[in-house]
């Protein structure tokens, strides 16, 4: 059973940083692309950046320049760093993975990220 766990996120300054981790555990497949979605109050989950298994990347244009996604296939991890955070990056950020095999999207809990001053 593949389960995903996310750490990092927590209350943080506008301009400053903050570093999301998320694992990914059981059976892992070869194949899959893996990356973080934030959801904010009242509004729909969006994808925030992914990154396929070769190490190809996607950004929302929102983010682009600020955040930088990467995954270590070895250890089945991947980690979103955020830099000049700004208020509107407020929101619950999901790791998410798609298995490419099974055609079978994975979630982890969810991590509250918080951008006030």
């Known amino acids: 059973q593949v389960q995903v766990v996310e750490s990092g996120g927590g209350l943080v300054q506008p301009g400053g940083s903050l570093r999301l981790s998320c694992t990914v555990s059981g059976s892992t497949p070869s194949r899959t692309d893996m990356g973080w979605y934030r959801q904010a109050p009242g509004d729909e989950r969006e994808l925030v950046a992914d990154i396929t298994s070769g190490g190809t990347t996607n950004y929302a244009s929102s983010v682009k320049g600020r955040f930088t996604i990467s995954r270590d296939n070895a250890k089945n991890t991947v980690s979103l760093q955020m830099n000049s955070l700004k208020a509107e990056d407020t929101a619950v950020y999901y790791c998410?993975?798609?298995?490419?095999?099974?055609?079978?999207?994975?979630w982890g809990q969810g991590a509250q990220v918080t951008v006030s001053s």
């Open positions: 998410h993975m798609f298995d490419y095999h099974y055609n079978t999207h994975y």
